[in-house]
């Protein structure tokens, strides 16, 4: 492919722009193209879209509500799990072929964070396939339903009497396996949670086959529902007793709290903190958490003295929380919140509001059953309110009201809404949105943690009931990393993980069994719950190498930083700073100094 240089490309560009018959200077339109596109993006979104397809075309379709059928989310199949390999290494030698030195800065950051997205997913395939190695002698019955389901694909002409045999005597095989397995004494939990995964891909592949000729071939429809639900039904029962045969990993500290989680170990922590671009170890990590929470504490004896209470913390924090609304007062607090955190952000010129995402963000009310896992408010284009409904029990509606007071509630509106999340939406839906593919939560939770370190330094928080309330979400921040780390690494139990949360932090008991049982039970990655106050730290840290050298204004700073929509922050850096990029590029800032 021949090599273009930049100039050439701006050149071009331009007269294409001229054939519109567009009439904005030269640097304009093409600085306004690298806002939404790099040279790279194409390949980024055509890996996207060709990973999607493979995903599409070899998952089981199932009948949806209306009549349509489409694809569902299950473990790959080994056919499967090779086509998305061959999709990676044709893609990574794509790129070889760019030329890496012509690129804008924006263009190398997509080649490396798409380089890297790859050989993470070639990983995550490969260890796919040895957990799948490791489990298969208990499936010895997957590969005939494997090649079932291939026939649908292209609606080969099947011979139903030979179908309902072959699923007969496939009945058969799962029965004769489940006696094998009676045998089994114990299985690693996370192997049994795979194996769950495997046999719910083939009820779902064969589900899928069902459907496709049930009631369209006549002679399928006569011979293969019975053995099909008969098939469906010895498969259920073998994948409980599976399940049975889990026992938690020694990793795990045994408690009485019945929340059943998977350490992953310190060896896969550092792995994943590689991945997203972290260059601290789990130690150090913590390290960092129990510096910042000796500033909190610090903080938090100073507004309990000047409340006089001395240095007796929790009793000031006992006040703040019995200072929740009554009934169905709490929506009206929350717009309150949100516009004083407005005029405050305005007034101190740290952020324009795009009139559309300041008018657009909604709210909704939790559900008492989600409010079990998510005590507190979620948020995204709008906001969740966590506070409690007429069907609750006593004890735990004031619980949700004490948990959710104002003062706690008022870091928390303008993390979910503006500037903090629904920003994050708005602006991420206008500008490179190709880029969601590289979406990570130390982006996403990170930004709006950041508002809520920058605020309190600013003097948001002017009274000592602000001050704890602010700081109660700061505290839990590095609780977090504190308690997630140590659990992952087998140090600690869910039960202390909760103890920690209601002695060192002040959570409702209630409130820190939800915030444990989601991290470990929820759909949470493990580095989920660090990702918060780490990645709010970093872009702190980019803040002060730019804003407070007087490079950038606190507006054209955030205003970058969102732009360039959801990337791992170093990422962000090496373009806002121009930082030099290599193919190879290996990440290596160190964004936490001793004077944060």
């Known amino acids: 492919m021949k090599k273009y240089s930049m100039r050439f490309v701006e050149l071009f560009v331009y007269l294409i722009l001229l054939g519109f018959g567009t009439t904005f200077p030269l640097s304009a339109q093409v600085s306004t193209l690298y806002e939404q596109a790099t040279e790279t993006s194409g390949l980024v979104i055509q890996y996207g879209q060709d990973i999607r397809a493979v995903l599409h075309f070899y998952s089981p379709m199932l009948r949806q509500e209306g009549g349509f059928s489409s694809s569902v989310s299950v473990l790959n199949s080994p056919e499967q799990r090779n086509r998305l390999e061959k999709v990676d290494r044709e893609y990574l030698e794509k790129l070889k072929k760019l030329d890496f030195k012509s690129l804008s800065q924006g263009g190398k950051v997509d080649y490396v964070l798409l380089k890297r997205a790859i050989e993470d997913h070639l990983l995550t395939l490969d260890q796919e396939k040895t957990k799948y190695t490791s489990l298969e002698s208990y499936l010895p019955f997957a590969n005939k ?10 609606g080969d002409v099947v011979d139903g009497k030979v179908i309902a045999a072959e699923m007969t005597a496939l009945s058969t095989e799962v029965e004769t396996a489940q006696e094998k397995l009676k045998e089994v004494k114990e299985l690693d939990k996370s192997l049994t949670n795979f194996g769950e995964q495997a046999i719910r891909s083939l009820k779902l592949r064969l589900k899928s086959t069902y459907e496709f000729y049930n009631s369209y071939d006549p002679a399928f429809t006569w011979w293969v529902p019975v053995p099909y639900k008969g098939l469906d039904s010895v498969l259920t029962v073998y994948s409980k007793t599976l399940a049975g045969k889990g026992k938690l990993s020694t990793t795990q500290k045994e408690d009485k709290s019945g929340i059943k989680g998977v350490p992953i170990g310190k060896e896969e922590l550092l792995r994943q903190l590689k991945a997203e671009m972290i260059m601290y170890t789990p130690d150090e990590l913590i390290a960092l958490a ?84 998510s005590p507190f408010f979620l948020g995204g284009r709008d906001i969740i309110i966590s506070y409690p409904t007429n069907a609750m029990e006593h004890t735990d509606k004031l619980m949700s009201m004490r948990g959710n007071n104002p003062y706690f509630s008022r870091a928390t509106v303008h993390h979910e809404l503006v500037p903090g999340h629904h920003l994050q939406y708005y602006m991420n839906s206008r500008y490179k949105t190709y880029r969601s593919a590289f979406r990570t939560p130390f982006w996403t939770e990170g930004w709006a943690l950041y508002w809520e370190l920058l605020l309190y330094d600013k003097g948001f928080a002017k009274t000592p009931e602000e001050r704890i309330g602010m700081l109660f979400w700061r505290m839990h921040r590095c609780a977090r990393i504190i308690f997630s780390l140590n659990y992952h690494m087998g140090e600690w139990s869910p039960q202390e993980c909760i103890d920690f949360l209601v002695d060192r932090v002040g959570h409702e008991r209630a409130n820190a069994e939800g915030e444990v049982r989601r991290s470990f039970e929820g759909n949470y990655g493990p580095l989920y719950q660090l990702a918060y106050l780490v990645g709010g730290l970093q872009i702190w840290g980019l803040k002060k190498e730019l804003v407070d050298s007087k490079k950038m204004t606190y507006k054209q700073f955030h205003t970058a930083f969102m732009k360039e929509n959801s990337l791992p922050i170093e990422m962000v850096r090496a373009t806002l700073t121009n930082q030099p990029l290599t193919p190879e590029y290996k990440p290596g800032w160190k964004f936490y100094s001793s004077d944060n």
């Open 145 to 154: 339903i494997y090649a079932l389901e291939k026939m649908r694909r292209r």
């Open 290 to 373: 129990n510096k910042e929470f000796a500033w909190c504490d610090a903080e938090l004896l100073k507004a309990s003295r000047e409340m006089g209470f001395g240095d007796d913390w929790k009793k000031a924090q006992e006040k703040v929380k019995n200072s929740y609304v009554p009934e169905g007062q709490q929506p009206a607090l929350i717009l309150k919140l949100y516009n004083d955190a407005k005029t405050f952000i305005e007034a101190n010129n740290l952020l324009d509001y795009p009139e559309m995402a300041d008018e657009t963000w909604g709210m909704q009310m939790m559900t008492p059953e989600r409010q079990l896992t």
